[in-house]
């Protein structure tokens, strides 16, 4: 009987183990994610509060990338390499404002990873703010206060604001679409618009082959002063 019994309370014990080690692990997963998206928060809105005018104009001369293929999902170890390398890899050229669904996000150069942790990046190369199809991607997070997921509950008629820091552009949105992800399209140019389109993934979900595309159109362009700046705080 003593072997039997020495076994089962082995067993018992392995048991209780694997439950408290489920548990933990459990734990930190979701600790971890809180933690990201903590993070992710206060790059954007420090990003956003301390750029000016002669950042702004110095971070569009930065070189860039622009291959969407290389973009990752924002897991823990992609959110981290941002924040310690926030001084030297995100060079923030702009502001991004939809007061509608309070997000404010900064606009940086291109489509590194970097970026993407901290807010809205380029989609084009020498795109300009009030010129053409200004094209701008993020990610959608499973916050929906976070980076571009609050695009999911933007209407039609809203109002979108960017900021190169001289001036204030003003755009209306005109269309709010799902679309896939091989419908480029509407990232181009279109002849005699002046445009802005936003685009996020359709869902958290890895893998997610559905895209939101939010575009606009350009209604009023006025200098950057500081009355016109508050939109973005």
């Known amino acids: 009987m003593k072997p039997v019994k020495k076994e089962h309370r082995a067993r018992t014990w392995f048991v209780r183990t694997l439950m408290v080690l489920g548990i933990l692990i459990g734990l930190a997963l979701v600790f971890n994610e809180q933690i990201k998206l903590f993070v992710i928060n206060q790059m954007s809105q420090s990003t956003v509060q301390k750029l000016d005018k002669k ?93 571009f997921s609050p695009l999911k509950q933007v209407s039609e008629g809203d109002k979108i604001y960017l900021t190169d820091m001289q001036r204030v552009f003003t755009y209306r949105v005109t269309a709010k679409k799902t679309i896939s992800e091989t419908q480029v399209q509407w990232i181009d140019d279109v002849p005699d618009k002046k445009l802005v389109t936003l685009i996020t993934c359709a869902s958290p979900t890895e893998g997610e082959v559905n895209r939101i595309v939010v575009q606009g159109e350009l209604i009023n362009t006025t200098q950057a002063t500081d009355a016109a700046l508050e939109v973005f705080k």
Request: glycine fraction near 8%.
């Open 55 to 147: 950042t702004a104009k110095q971070n569009q001369k930065k070189p860039a990338t622009f291959n969407f293929s290389a973009v990752k999902a924002l897991d823990v170890q992609t959110v981290t390499h941002a924040a310690v390398n926030r001084s030297n890899n995100v060079h923030p050229i702009g502001k991004l404002a939809v007061p509608s669904v309070s997000m404010s996000l900064p606009i940086l150069k291109g489509l590194a990873n970097d970026n993407l942790s901290v807010g809205a990046g380029t989609m084009k190369a020498d795109q300009e703010m009030g010129v053409g199809n200004y094209a701008l991607a993020g990610h959608y997070m499973t916050n929906q206060g976070i980076l």
